[in-house]
């Protein structure tokens, strides 16, 4: 059984539609494959509750808990192999990670992030669209790698960017193609290592 690790820090709206998807889609027939865990850095995360109710497993490593980077980043590794995952899913998952996080699980760790990159990498992205002028916005989902926001794309979707726009309505704009891109690029990645 391939296992997958999603890591949140907050709503965890894509990590409800990749469950959804996992379940509608078979993925467990198909691709021998299941969400195993979920775990967030912030314990009053929403997306928690989400997954409990759905009977995955949690837990919760909280980064103050840690005097740097690289000792959260050595517990947060210790929870996600606990659950011995093919692939590591990142869903506004909110801190930077490491080189040494990172390493540990090349090739097998993605993200989405809500820009088309190279554009935008960081915080901020949908307002830093709005205010460069952008006529279209969009999503990336990518591999993670040291360096931020900038590992080989997977899947891209574009949506418009409206005159009216605020960063709270682009954001639901690009937030409902993320929904249907991130389940759709993990099946796909799971069907290529099949
Ligand atoms: N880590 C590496 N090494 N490489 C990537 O590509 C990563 C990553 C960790 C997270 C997600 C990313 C995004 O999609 C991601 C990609 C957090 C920050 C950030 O500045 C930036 C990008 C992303 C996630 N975080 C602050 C920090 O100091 C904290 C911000 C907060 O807590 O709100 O870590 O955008
Ligand atoms: C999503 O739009 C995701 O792309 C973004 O945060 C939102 C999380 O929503 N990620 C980042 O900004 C990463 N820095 P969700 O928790 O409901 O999935």
Redesign the pocket.
């Given at each position: 059984m391939k296992n997958i690790v999603i890591l949140i820090?907050g709503g965890g709206s894509n990590m409800a539609a990749i469950v959804r998807a996992a379940e509608h889609e078979r993925w467990a027939a198909r691709f021998d494959a299941r969400v195993a865990a979920v775990i967030s850095n912030k314990a009053d995360a929403a997306g928690l509750a989400l997954a409990r109710e759905r009977g995955i497993a949690t837990a919760v490593v909280p980064h103050r808990d840690f005097a740097n980077r690289e000792d959260f980043d050595r517990a947060l590794a210790a929870a996600v192999d606990a659950h011995a995952p093919a692939l590591v899913v990142?869903a506004g998952?909110?801190?930077?990670?490491?080189?040494g996080f990172?390493g540990r699980y090349a090739g097998r760790l993605i993200?989405?992030?809500?820009s088309l990159l190279p554009a935008f990498?960081?915080?901020n992205?949908h307002q830093r669209a709005i205010d460069a002028g952008c006529k279209v916005a969009g999503l990336t989902v990518?591999q993670?790698?040291?360096?931020?926001?900038?590992?080989p794309i997977l899947a891209q979707a574009v949506v418009p960017v409206f005159a009216d726009d605020t960063a709270t309505s682009l954001a639901e704009r690009v937030l409902v193609h993320e929904h249907r891109v991130y389940p759709a690029a993990i099946a796909a990645w799971l069907g290529e290592t099949k």
């Open positions: 820090s990142l998952f909110m801190r930077i990670l490491t080189p990172v993200n989405i992030h809500p990498p960081g915080l992205t990518h993670v790698t040291a360096e931020l926001d900038h590992g």
